[in-house]
């Protein structure tokens, strides 16, 4: 039988460590696969999604600027992707393109089980209204924070969004979320969030946030779902005493190792995808 292809399609994708991360999947577990990074054009998503089928491609996650896109794209969506929104995980089976969304998992076990922060009971202030913060809402609604505010460069972006969220039934959450223009960011002076999640594309671009650090609570922990570089967001974070600062790393093993299950039906050891991930930086570095 011919080795299971995967792979992670993105523009930029260069940068990518979810092959490695799948390699050390599928090595733990003894999955016969082989996992790549492809570029897809910007205007091209739908057409290199069809040729990595037609080369027998069994699944593949999605990243920016495509999650959206993936969403249109699927032919049969989960409850967590339609939840969303957005898809960041395709399978395609029996002429099928499921579209599914591991973001806010993987997001949701990085907070808790990585770095100790529970959002239960906490002030959350969540930065963007793209696909990247579609995909975390509900399941960071579901653990019961005390507050949720989605702030956004559009207003309007953020006010539709919170307007789909705000039509879950009441027995699936305690509260509802909040919106805002970044503009008015700087009118909540006297707000302090306890948890400041960046699901802007910012860090790329390394454009500031017109975000205030007043905003951090003591003990705040500011996340950047970017990896792998130190963004105008966390540097603005680290200037503030008593702030934790985390990149997202954690949250990609974590919703890779929720995808790696929903294509292999195997759940992987995401610590120690973890400790090697940072064995292979310390040697490149």
């Not at 959350?124 to 579901?142: K, S, T």
């Not at 680290?238 to 990149?247: E, F, I, N, T, Y």
């Amino acid at each position: 039988m011919p080795t299971d292809l995967y792979c992670v399609f993105g523009n930029p994708i260069g940068h990518s460590k979810s092959p490695k991360i799948h390699a050390l999947f599928a090595a733990q577990t003894a999955q016969d696969m082989r996992y790549e990074a492809r570029l897809a054009p910007l205007d091209g998503f739908a057409a290199t999604v069809a040729r990595f089928i037609a080369d027998g491609g069994r699944g593949a996650n999605v990243t920016v600027p495509f999650k959206e896109e993936a969403f249109r794209l699927a032919t049969q969506r989960t409850p967590r992707a339609e939840a969303a929104g957005a898809v960041n995980t395709l399978s395609f089976t029996d002429g099928q393109i499921v579209g599914d969304n591991t973001d806010g998992a993987g997001l949701v076990r990085d907070l808790k089980h990585n770095l100790g922060c529970n959002p239960a009971g906490r002030r959350i202030l969540l930065l963007g209204a793209g696909g990247a913060a579609r995909g975390v809402i509900l399941p960071l609604l579901l653990e019961q924070p005390a507050r949720l505010v989605i702030a956004n460069r559009t207003a309007e972006k953020a006010v539709r969004l919170v307007q789909e969220f705000a039509r879950l039934p009441a027995c699936a959450i305690s509260i509802k979320p909040e919106s805002c223009g970044f503009d008015a960011l700087t009118n909540l002076t006297k707000e302090r969030f306890d948890l400041v999640i960046n699901a802007t594309s910012t860090g790329l671009t390394n454009t500031v946030l017109p975000t205030s650090t007043s905003l951090f609570a003591p003990g705040c922990v500011a996340y950047e779902m970017l990896y792998g570089r130190e963004t105008p967001f966390m540097e603005q974070a680290r200037s503030v005493l008593d702030v934790r600062v985390a990149d997202g790393l954690g949250m990609l093993v974590e919703q890779a190792a929720e995808a790696f299950f929903v294509w292999r039906g195997v759940r992987p050891n995401t610590q120690a995808a973890l400790i090697a991930l940072a064995a292979l930086a310390e040697l490149h570095q």
